[in-house]
């Protein structure tokens, strides 16, 4: 292997860092850094000196305006991730910040947000002990002074079991509490016992009922893979107790077969694999310990160590990965990298990162993401900090061969390195998890010549970037479009695509909710002696059709997807496919004259800013009647009561039933009679069977009666004299079986429609009150609860009627 | 009130840093520019006190535009740099410096030149650590640009010379560039670091006017001092100095036996292999299968063909001999439990002879040694090579059948 001739001039310091100040602003421009003689082949070019930064770089232009959804969206549930303002209390404290009003602009959420960055020991490890007070555990009621500070637990344990049973029903105060509570129970979730929240799980499972949730709740999955040892290729899965390794035959469509599975006592926080020798992996856990983990040959523990590795600061974080040798593993920490020799490890390991000055790092600087960039130089190492990104050379440990402050708002989780063959750059793909940043860089050399970043760094579009291409949608459907789409990243991957002699780079980012979306750098070849004046070239600002048309499926799938996993912040909707049919329901022609009416004087009402006390009809009619009305418009039924209650219906009726009522008069004490044999022989309880046959028969019974006119009571049916109001009367005899049964309406329907049209009969509806079990939906502001409740109502008034 | 304008104007001022950054992110550097114009004016109402001046991002970003955007001259980039000096004080030098580079990469020796002498006569207060710093590599890029100088006089002094034509003024004024040269480079490399660049400078300056005690302790300094990062291209200068003073083979050995304690991937190695191959003394020849065993360890030594045909000219040499076979026995002890994966599977056998009928050769003669003539990669390139009709497959499988009994006893 080749080591270049000479290295950028660097000092070398040793020692804790010194330089203060966290994240510069545009500290990663306007550097050359260092300079240093150009090798023979840049020289006949005419320049002497080539710079370590700001050299020339690939132009990788985005094809699309933004990235492109690749699959559908997700459609598992996804609860959005915590955020600081769900943490943290707001209200009294809200108002005493409003900014202007105070002399410093104290941002506390955003304090405490680094300090949890910061301090997560002391932070998450005294939390309970913080918070304790602001726990109520206790059944009775907070004090009003209480109330600002603490928060009642039993409260929202309750709301959880009513959430439950309401099925996501929304309410959406509830989300962010929910959120609050799920990232409190993170902490000792993991402390179930296993195999209760197996035992618990499989009999989810078999009751078909939702899993996912539990299983992401409990463990975090990570997928790595290796393909650079030829065919076969190998794939791991990390979660925190088991790790597992599959293989992945060479060819197309071929399952990949599991070959062994780990389990660990402490949660494995790493897991890759051999680059280098096929069934080889990395293991590293959370206590420290670092294995060679074979799958012929089994685990080899090759470090042990609670404590970090080069200052004392203590994170469970640690890392491992490959290096040059097969043999000698890198394994790191928040402190640094080291790498030790399988062979023996005890005596041979060097370091070869370490946060202090002979990295040139700040104070507070932490390794955040190392990676083996084995597939551009076989000694090439690239570490992430919150601050910069360095490239090391294992052969010369501890100085870094280039260093750039990235200047990204999140430190970078996820990276992803496309190796460039020989005299093109490697592209090094740098991903913030919050922010969903995306940051192309390109460095070369490591042989020949020493390392070099060419070209400024690019930022590539996230995820939520889209959203100001997609149609117009109603102010909540945003809010939540913008909530999914800026979910956190997950993770990124990127493919090179040769076509001919068009290369492109395709890029995919995942996001926490599950969702894929990729975008697509085409390289353009440019003569080194002409200027850059592709800069301007930015692209298109609308998206090309194709996209376009992948936005609008997606989100078509995306609100339908919605609508079948109601969401809490989806907002009520109820449906009354089950009240009518949808012959039932169908319009008339055209619209009424009452309901032209009716839509002018809600026109006027509107403009005026007035309420509709009543419609321009005489009579005085309940306002809940317009309520519940369908909105699908006047059918045969509504139309026949609308003319009832503009007192045109007693016309109506003689014109809808022209038949001998001595006729049926007839038939029906026929009938009656056989009836009356037949309760008979039924014993009592059986007659109580429900109220439906009891109504039926009245109705029956009202038959009989001689259709009543509506404003002579005289002549009202001895069943009804006295107890109901005149309308209640009329509203039977219209809803009497047979009527409803000639105009088309099935028998169980007839009850329902009853139920429905009683509401109207009673003057002054009576408040709802729900029966025990009806209690937890009362929340709902549907027709359906609402039919409910005046059911029971209804039947409570009937009861006593009776006979019992 | 006063606060209020305050917290505005910090509010629009982040804003803008933001839409300039975005720009510069996504390679609009005229957009950028013309936001950067408008941030310029955070220079006249500054309330900060912010760790990063505003007249260092005003730097940092507009030497950058400056250096990418499509209508920008060096003339109008010298400019905006001689402004920007006289703004930050406290990151003048470090200004400078990055003048001269850029200056450097565009071929303006001269005026980097210039710049570097105007910045190394700069005085201000005291200095503080980076500035000391600062001033030690301006002197030492200016040393470099002495000894650039002193290259080209000497050229000018060996071609006229050649012709039996001496000029005195020449001369002197390349002695004069040698005395800048030397007194400026000197005094970075005694500083801890990385000066490849300067060391090779100043040993060149050295050993061309004869001192050659000077350039070996300096070399030696440079490699053994324990407070200078373990350079491997200092041990690769040593090396070659020691080479070129016709030094004896027991000194370059040692030279390069630390190199391969440190760096055993080095490329150097193959030269080590080979001077420890021809020494008389059994350790020595040792160590050489040692040295080359290891460097085949790793995974950019794959497919060296030199590497792979010192180890099977060295394999074979013991194999025919039938002496020192335990040599080859400890060696492939610890080894041979991951190299029959690495080096010798199906699939690399496929891949070697399709790509490179050399390389698979010589593996295939160290394959048929270490793991007999049933090894998957031997049989597979034999049977290639057989069937290409090469003779020296033929041979190979051969001479592999010959001495099985002896390939025996190692695995």
């Known amino acids: 292997m080749e080591f270049p001739a000479a290295l950028f001039p660097s000092y070398f310091v040793t020692g804790p860092p010194q330089e203060e100040g966290g994240p510069a602003l545009a500290a990663g421009w306007g550097e050359h850094e260092q300079v240093l003689e150009a090798g023979p082949r840049c020289r006949e070019a005419g320049t002497m000196f080539v710079p370590r930064r700001g050299g020339m770089g690939e132009s990788w232009k985005p094809a699309d305006a933004a990235a492109i959804p690749l699959l559908p969206p997700n459609t598992s549930y996804w609860v959005p991730s915590l955020e600081p303002q769900d943490i943290l209390y707001r209200g009294a404290l809200y108002k005493k910040l409003q900014p202007g009003k105070s002399a410093a602009t104290l941002d506390f959420t955003k304090q405490l947000r680094h300090f949890f960055v910061d301090h997560p020991e002391d932070a998450f490890g005294s939390m309970g002990q913080l918070l304790h007070q602001n726990f109520f555990l206790g059944n009775s009621k907070l004090k009003r002074q209480a109330r600002n500070s603490s928060i009642r637990m039993t409260a929202l344990m309750e709301e959880i079991e009513r959430l439950k049973a309401r099925r996501g029903c929304p309410e959406q105060y509830l989300v962010p509490r929910l959120r609050w509570f799920s990232h409190i129970c993170r902490d000792w979730l993991f402390e179930v016992p296993l195999g209760l929240l197996a035992d618990s799980m499989h009999e989810e499972l078999l009751l078909q009922a939702w899993s996912g949730g539990a299983l992401g709740f409990s463990q975090d999955v990570a997928i790595s893979c290796a393909v650079s040892c030829g065919l076969p290729d190998f794939v791991s899965v990390r979660s925190d107790y088991h790790c597992g390794v599959w293989r992945v035959p060479g060819r197309i469509g071929a399952a990949p077969t599991p070959l062994q599975v780990i389990r660990t006592d402490v949660p494995a926080s790493c897991l890759t694999v051999s680059p280098h020798l096929p069934g080889e992996l990395s293991v590293c856990t959370q206590s420290g310990a670092v294995y060679l983990w074979s799958v012929e040959m089994g685990l080899q523990r090759l470090r042990h160590d609670t404590q970090t590795m080069f200052f004392r600061d203590h994170s469970p974080w640690h890392w491992s990965d490959f290096t040059a040798h097969p043999r000698v593993l890198s394994c790191a920490d928040r402190t640094g990298l080291q790498c030790l020799d399988a062979r023996a490890p005890e005596r041979c390991h060097f370091d070869l990162f370490k946060v202090g000055q002979e990295a040139g790092c700040q104070?507070?600087?932490?390794?955040?993401?190392?990676?083996?960039?084995?597939?551009?130089?076989?000694?090439?190492?690239?570490?992430?900090?919150?601050?910069?990104?360095?490239?090391?050379?294992?052969?010369?440990?501890m100085v870094p061969v280039l260093k750039w402050a990235h200047m990204m708002k999140a430190p970078p989780l996820f990276s992803h390195l496309t190796p460039g063959g020989p005299r093109r750059s490697h592209k090094v793909l740098l991903g913030?998890?919050?922010?969903?940043?995306?940051?192309?860089?390109?460095?070369?050399?490591?042989?020949?010549?020493?390392?070099?970043?060419?070209?400024?760094?690019?930022?590539l579009h996230s995820i939520v970037g889209c959203l100001q291409h997609l149609p117009t949608q109603l102010p909540h459907h945003h809010h939540l479009l913008q909530q999914r789409l800026g979910a956190p990243a997950a993770g990124l991957a990127a493919a090179l695509q040769k076509d001919g002699p068009q290369?492109?780079?395709?890029?995919?980012?995942?996001?926490?909710?599950?969702?894929?979306?990729?975008?697509?750098?085409?390289?353009?070849?440019?003569?080194?002696?002409?200027?850059?004046?592709?800069?301007?070239?930015?692209?298109?600002?609308?998206?090309?059709?194709?996209?376009?048309?992948?936005?609008?499926?997606?989100?078509?799938?995306?609100?339908?997807?919605?609508?079948?996993?109601?969401?809490?912040?989806?907002?009520?909707?109820?449906s009354q496919k089950r009240i009518f049919t949808c012959r039932e329901l169908e319009m008339s022609a055209g619209p009424s004259t009452l309901h032209q009416q009716a839509r002018q004087q809600l026109r006027q009402a509107m403009q005026e800013g007035s309420y509709i006390q009543r419609w321009d009809t005489p009579l005085p009619q309940p306002p809940l009647v317009q309520l519940l009305e369908p909105p699908g418009g006047l059918d045969t039924l509504s139309a026949r009561l609308t003319t009832a209650w503009s007192e045109g219906w007693c016309q109506w009726w003689e014109e809808k039933s022209r038949y001998n009522v001595a006729q049926r008069r007839q038939a029906l004490r026929e009938r009656r009679r056989?009836?009356?044999?037949?309760?008979?022989?039924?014993?009592?309880?059986?007659?109580?069977?429900?109220?439906?046959?009891?109504?039926?028969?009245?109705?029956?019974?009202?038959?009989?009666?001689?259709?009543?006119?509506?404003?002579?009571?005289?002549?009202?049916?001895?069943?009804?004299?006295?107890?109901?109001?005149?309308?209640?009367?009329?509203?039977?005899?219209?809803?009497?079986?047979?009527?409803?049964?000639?105009?088309?309406?099935?028998?169980?329907?007839?009850?329902?429609?009853?139920?429905?049209?009683?509401?109207?009969?009673?003057?002054?509806?009576?408040?709802?009150?729900?029966?025990?079990?009806?209690?937890?939906?009362?929340?709902?502001?549907?027709?359906?609860?609402?039919?409910?409740?005046?059911?029971?109502?209804?039947?409570?008034?009937?009861?006593?009627?009776?006979?019992? | 009130s006063t606060h209020k304008r305050k917290l505005?104007?910090?509010?629009?001022?982040?804003?803008?840093?933001?839409?300039?950054?975005?720009?510069?992110?996504?390679?609009?550097?005229?957009?950028?520019?013309?936001?950067?114009?408008?941030?310029?004016?955070?220079?006249?109402?500054?309330?900060?006190?912010?760790?990063?001046?505003?007249?260092?991002?005003?730097?940092?970003?507009?030497?950058?535009?400056?250096?990418?955007?499509?209508?920008?001259?060096?003339?109008?980039?010298?400019?905006?740099?001689?402004?920007?000096?006289t703004f930050g004080l406290k990151r003048y030098l470090k200004i400078c410096l990055e003048h001269t580079f850029h200056l450097l990469c565009n071929?303006?020796?001269?005026?980097?030149?210039?710049?570097?002498?105007?910045?190394?006569?700069?005085?201000?207060?005291?200095?503080?650590?980076?500035?000391?710093?600062?001033?030690?590599?301006?002197?030492?890029y200016r040393g470099l640009l002495d000894y650039y100088s002193w290259c080209k006089q000497k050229n000018i002094l060996l071609e006229h010379g050649q012709d039996g034509f001496e000029d005195l003024s020449v001369e002197q004024e390349m002695h004069s560039y040698f005395r800048k040269a030397a007194v400026n480079l000197q005094e970075i490399i005694k500083i801890p670091g990385v000066w490849d660049l300067f060391v090779k400078c100043y040993v060149d300056l050295l050993e061309f006017y004869g001192d050659h005690n000077e350039a070996r302790q300096v070399l030696n300094e440079y490699a053994y001092n324990s407070k200078f990062p373990a350079n491997p291209n200092a041990h690769v200068y040593l090396y070659q100095f020691l080479k070129r003073q016709g030094e004896s083979k027991k000194s370059l050995i040692s030279a390069l036996k630390i190199l391969h304690d440190i760096v055993p991937s080095h490329e150097l190695m193959i030269d080590f292999n080979t001077m420890l191959q021809k020494s008389k003394k059994r350790k020595k020849r040792r160590l050489g299968l040692e040295v080359i065993f290891a460097a085949l360890d790793y995974a950019g030594w794959k497919e060296n063909v030199k590497a792979w045909s010192c180890l099977a000219r060295q394999v074979k040499q013991i194999i025919m001999s039938e002496k020192h076979l335990e040599w080859i026995k400890q060696e492939w002890n610890s080894r041979k439990d991951w190299w029959p994966a690495f080096h010798f599977s199906r699939y690399l056998a496929k891949k070697n002879w399709q790509e490179n009928e050399n390389l698979s050769y010589e593996k295939a003669v160290v394959a048929g040694i270490l793991l007999g003539k049933d090894c998957k990669y031997f049989k597979h390139v034999s049977h290639q090579g057989c069937k290409a009709q090469v003779k020296r497959f033929r041979m190979l499988k051969r001479f592999?059948?010959?001495?099985?009994?002896?390939?025996?006893?190692?695995?």
């Open chain 1, 432 to 459: 913030a998890s919050c922010t969903q940043e995306l940051l192309l860089l390109q460095y070369r050399g490591g042989s020949q010549s020493a390392c070099q970043l060419a070209g400024p760094p690019q930022k």
């Open chain 1, 674 to 804: 056989q009836q009356k044999r037949a309760r008979g022989r039924r014993s009592l309880s059986a007659s109580f069977t429900s109220s439906h046959t009891y109504q039926s028969e009245l109705s029956e019974l009202s038959d009989v009666a001689p259709l009543p006119p509506p404003v002579s009571p005289t002549v009202l049916p001895r069943e009804t004299a006295g107890s109901s109001p005149p309308s209640a009367v009329l509203d039977e005899a219209l809803l009497s079986s047979q009527s409803l049964h000639c105009r088309g309406i099935p028998k169980e329907r007839q009850k329902t429609l009853r139920d429905y049209l009683s509401v109207c009969a009673e003057e002054v509806p009576e408040p709802p009150e729900p029966l025990p079990s009806q209690a937890s939906q009362a929340c709902i502001p549907s027709s359906q609860s609402l039919s409910q409740a005046s059911c029971t109502s209804q039947s409570r008034r009937k009861r006593p009627r009776m006979g019992f």
């Open chain 2, 107 to 140: 071929g303006l020796i001269d005026e980097a030149y210039q710049n570097l002498s105007m910045a190394e006569s700069w005085r201000f207060g005291e200095c503080t650590v980076i500035q000391d710093k600062e001033k030690k590599l301006i002197q030492a």
């Open chain 2, 400 to 411: 592999v059948n010959k001495h099985s009994h002896v390939c025996l006893r190692i695995s």
């Open chain 2, 8 to 85: 505005d104007f910090t509010k629009s001022k982040e804003a803008c840093l933001s839409y300039i950054q975005d720009a510069m992110l996504q390679k609009q550097w005229k957009r950028a520019a013309e936001f950067l114009a408008c941030y310029v004016e955070s220079l006249e109402k500054d309330f900060s006190a912010e760790p990063v001046s505003p007249s260092e991002i005003i730097w940092r970003m507009g030497a950058e535009i400056l250096c990418h955007h499509p209508q920008s001259n060096i003339k109008e980039f010298n400019s905006f740099i001689e402004q920007m000096k």
């Open chain 1, 363 to 397: 104070q507070g600087e932490r390794v955040v993401l190392p990676m083996y960039l084995g597939r551009a130089h076989p000694s090439q190492h690239l570490v992430t900090t919150q601050f910069s990104v360095y490239v090391l050379d294992e052969r010369l440990p």
């Open chain 1, 503 to 574: 290369e492109s780079l395709l890029v995919f980012q995942l996001s926490e909710a599950g969702d894929i979306f990729y975008q697509r750098l085409i390289h353009e070849v440019m003569e080194p002696s002409a200027p850059t004046l592709m800069d301007e070239a930015v692209a298109a600002p609308v998206p090309s059709p194709a996209a376009a048309l992948r936005y609008r499926r997606w989100l078509k799938d995306f609100s339908r997807s919605h609508r079948e996993h109601p969401q809490h912040t989806w907002p009520p909707t109820f």
